[in-house]
C-alpha cells in the first residue's frame, strides 16, 4: 500500500521564481496536512484541508503561499513569489475519517536562492 | 493554543542503555499524544499514540506513559540500538482535535 506521495523531492529556485509543491494522499484519507520543518520553528503546520475543504489556513505565512486540493488524491502548494526564507522542508500529511493518526510523506527539500 | 515543550534537545546513549525524552503540553483539553521517529532525508514516521484515557502504553521496546494532571508525557526507549539513532517528536492535538503540534525534536545517539 502506497504511503503519502511528494513531488518533486527536491527542489532549486531563484528568488522570484514560482514553486509548486504536489501530494497525493493515502487512499481513502479524508485530510490532509501541509507542514513546514526548519531548524529554527521545526515542525509547522501550514494549512488543513478535511474532504477537499480547506478548514485551518492560520499558519500559511503570507498571501505568497497558496494551497489548493481539487480532488481527494491531490492537493498542491504554491509560493509566488519565492523569496530565501521560504527555504524548508515541506511535508504533506493525510489522515482517515475519524482517526488520530498522522502520515507523513517523505518531504519536498525546497531551496530559494 | 496549544504550546508543547519538548526535553533534551539531543540525548547520548550507549547501547543497551535506556533513553527518556519527556514532553509538556499547555492546554488540558488535548487528548491525543503521539510521537514520531524522523530518519535524516525521510519524513516524520509514527511510532507510537496515546490517548488521554490510559496512563501508559507499551509496544515491544518503545513505551509511553501519560500524566494528564500534569500535562506531561514521555517516552522510554529500552535496550536502545544504534538503529534507534534518530530525531524523535511529540506532539498533542490542537484544542479542535484537528491538527498536531509539534515539540521541537530530541536528536538520539546510539553508540555501539
Known amino acids: 500500500d502506497a504511503g503519502v506521495i511528494q513531488s518533486p523531492r527536491h527542489e532549486v529556485t531563484e528568488m522570484g521564481q514560482e514553486v509548486t509543491l504536489r501530494c497525493k494522499p493515502i487512499s481513502g484519507h479524508n485530510s490532509l496536512f501541509w507542514y513546514r520543518q526548519t531548524m529554527m520553528r521545526g515542525l509547522e503546520l501550514l494549512i488543513y484541508f478535511n474532504n477537499n475543504v480547506p478548514i485551518d489556513d492560520s499558519g500559511m505565512p503570507e498571501d505568497r503561499f497558496s494551497a489548493k486540493m481539487p480532488n481527494a488524491s491531490f492537493s498542491t502548494l504554491k509560493i509566488q513569489p519565492s523569496e530565501p526564507r521560504d527555504s524548508a522542508v515541506y511535508f504533506c500529511?493525510?489522515?482517515?475519517?475519524?482517526?488520530?493518526?498522522?502520515?507523513f510523506g517523505p518531504g519536498t527539500r525546497l531551496t530559494v536562492t | 493554543g496549544e504550546n508543547v515543550e519538548q526535553h533534551p534537545s539531543t540525548l547520548s546513549v550507549q547501547e543497551g542503555d535506556s533513553a527518556v525524552i519527556k514532553c509538556t503540553y499547555s492546554d488540558s483539553a488535548s487528548n491525543y499524544f503521539p510521537w514520531y521517529k524522523q530518519e535524516l532525508g525521510k519524513g516524520p514516521q509514527l511510532i507510537i499514540d496515546i490517548r488521554s484515557n490510559v496512563g501508559e502504553k507499551k509496544d515491544q521496546r518503545i513505551a509511553v506513559t501519560l500524566n494528564k494532571t500534569a500535562k506531561h508525557f514521555s517516552l522510554h526507549i529500552t535496550e536502545t540500538q544504534p538503529e534507534d539513532s534518530a530525531v524523535y517528536f511529540c506532539a498533542a492535538s490542537n484544542q479542535a482535535g484537528t491538527a498536531l503540534i509539534f515539540g521541537k525534536g530530541t536528536t538520539l545517539s546510539v553508540s555501539s
Open positions: 500529511a493525510s489522515r482517515g475519517q475519524g482517526a488520530d493518526e498522522q502520515y
